[in-house]
């Protein structure tokens, strides 16, 4: 069956301009995360959906970044105002539930910011 | 700050020989998760192992877990080329969904 997918797979942006990201997960996947790999680092955790529930927004790094997710399903990751700090690997993965399950990842999205 | 950290941080062995990977973490746990990934993208699921249980088995990945030292470590045998990636453990913290995740290990097999 179809993984989770994410578009674009690269997006070179200047600085200070807008970006979305979009996420789309395993179909029946009620959970789903956005995390941000800067080069040669660890998953740095964004944010959580699970189901209507409100979602945990506790690792997003500063109010330029938000999420949504429409129909519990698809997830689009916008940046403002986008710095060379943004630079990283955007990773989406979605679960069947929360806390203890398995997470399946999609490529991710390359992003720099010139 | 990460909870797992990996060691070492990068490991080049020869084809067939078995690759070791450790990772320690600070906090009790749910389960601790392993994870491959390929050229700095995509991540792939490897094995999970629970709190309660010590050693799990999957092909030639052999995963243990003592939470007395709150420590994992992975295990590939007659390693092979396609084994070159880099592994990240992560663990999952009681009661809470969050993956917390280490630095990775990359693991480079020598034809």
């Known amino acids: 069956g179809a993984g989770v997918s994410q578009s674009p797979s690269n997006k070179v942006t200047e600085k200070g301009k807008d970006v979305e990201l979009r996420c789309d997960p395993i179909?029946?996947?009620?959970?789903l995360y956005w995390y941000r790999q800067s080069l040669g680092q660890g998953l740095e955790f964004l944010i959580y959906f699970q189901g209507n529930s409100a979602p945990d927004k506790s690792g997003l790094p500063s109010d330029r970044f938000s999420a949504e997710r429409t129909g519990g399903s698809v997830s689009t990751l916008t940046i403002q105002r986008t710095q060379q700090e943004d630079s990283a690997v955007y990773l989406c993965?979605?679960?069947?539930?929360?806390?203890?399950?398995?997470?399946?990842f999609g490529p991710g999205t390359r992003l720099t910011v010139l | 700050s990460q909870q797992g950290e990996e060691d070492p941080q990068a490991l080049s062995i020869q084809e067939g020989e078995n690759a070791t990977m450790n990772c320690s973490y600070k906090?009790?746990?749910?389960?601790l998760q392993w994870y491959r990934q390929n050229s700095g993208r995509g991540l792939v699921h490897l094995i999970l192992?629970?709190?309660n249980e010590r050693e799990k088995h999957s092909g030639r990945l052999r995963v243990t877990l003592d939470t007395s030292k709150k420590s994992s470590s992975l295990l590939i045998t007659a390693s092979q080329a396609a084994d070159t990636a880099s592994y990240f453990c992560a663990t999952n913290m009681d009661s809470n969904y969050q993956l917390i995740w280490g630095a990775g290990t990359k693991l480079i097999i020598k034809p």
């Open positions: 906090t009790s746990i749910n389960n």
């Open positions: 192992i629970r709190s």
């Open positions: 179909s029946g996947h009620t959970a």
């Open positions: 993965a979605s679960s069947w539930v929360g806390n203890t399950d398995t997470q399946y």
